[in-house]
């Protein structure tokens, strides 16, 4: 994982830079649109994440993204170009291919998001946030996000231990790797629910969500949070602006239509990309700053 510089900011700010991309990721079909936000989207990945962003593109959402474009136009036929006819004469058209490739690229997108959100949007921050208005879903929230990784390093350690004594999946026959696989879930689901009883014993005893409790938090809403906000806050005007005069219009039933050029199209979706790459910017800026600093030592 590269270090994040957009993740130092106030987590208000990310909090809503993250609602407003992956919101416009969900609403907004044009092409030019799922396009800027999925480039943005795998890119920013790929910085968090690493090698495991690729895998997860490559492994899962991949494979996901051509079954779901391949599996609309067997069931949706509307669309005046028709291409090709099924065995039981209902026709395949290019519209349907389409749309079903739109619909593939925006849940691929929103995944990449979510992904990106779960990397920056720590426990803490969560907790921050919403520890005040909602303990309680804050509290859940914040366990379900660090859920997966701890549960998968937590299975790595019963295998092992389970490995040391002969009783791994990797052990025995076919029906003995079951029992030892049955075996070792059993184990990680107990020690799940230990851990979330635990962890709400501990929240409780220290009086978390009691009114006027005061809580101790190193995030601050500097000048460098203001602008950054201000400049999220400006590219979503322009974007919500462009989308109620009709900039993202674009239909894909009966025929492929929509807005594609002109100078009010470029500047919403030089909008739209400026706020979906502004993580990026960020931290390719940072890496020049600190690239000068080194360069002058």
């Known amino acids: ?9 106030h987590p208000v700010v990310t909090l809503l830079y993250f609602t407003l991309v992956i919101g416009f990721s969900m609403f907004f079909l044009h092409p030019v649109s799922l396009a800027l936000s999925l480039i943005c989207a795998c890119v920013y990945a790929g910085y968090l994440n690493g090698k495991r962003a690729v895998r997860l593109g490559f492994w899962f959402l991949l494979p996901m993204a051509l079954f779901t474009a391949a599996l609309n136009p067997l069931f949706n036929h509307a669309g005046a170009t ?39 949007m720590t426990s803490d921050k969560l907790i921050y946030l919403f520890g005040r208005v909602i303990p309680a879903l ?57 851990n979330a009883i635990e962890t709400a014993d501990s929240m409780k005893a220290r009086g978390y969500g009691l009114p006027g409790r005061t809580v101790f938090s190193l995030f601050r809403f500097d000048r460098r949070s203001g602008w950054a906000m201000a400049y999220i806050l400006l590219c979503a ?24 050029s002109g100078f009010g199209a470029i500047v919403v979706f030089g909008a739209q990309f400026a ?20 360069s002058n030592i």
């Open 275 to 294: 706020l979906a790459g502004f993580p990026l910017f960020v931290n390719w800026k940072e890496e020049l700053v600190w690239r000068r600093i080194e």
């Open 237 to 260: 005007v322009v974007v919500m602006v462009g989308a109620a005069t009709g900039a993202y219009q674009f239909r894909y039933f009966p025929t492929i239509r929509g807005q594609w």
């Open 82 to 120: 028709i291409l090709a006819y099924l065995p039981n004469g209902n026709p395949v058209t290019l519209e349907s291919i389409l749309f079903g490739l739109a619909a593939a690229v925006m849940l691929v997108t929103v995944i990449l998001w979510f992904s990106c959100f779960n990397a920056v």
């Open 138 to 194: 804050s509290l859940v929230l914040a366990m379900a996000l660090r859920f997966v990784p701890r549960f998968r390093a937590q299975i790595k350690v019963i295998s092992a231990a389970q490995k040391g004594i002969g009783r791994d999946v990797t052990n025995g026959n076919l029906l003995q790797k079951a029992r030892h696989g049955l075996r070792i879930l059993s184990m990680l689901i107990t020690w799940a629910l230990e």
């Open 1 to 9: 994982m590269s270090r994040d510089t957009f993740g130092s900011f």
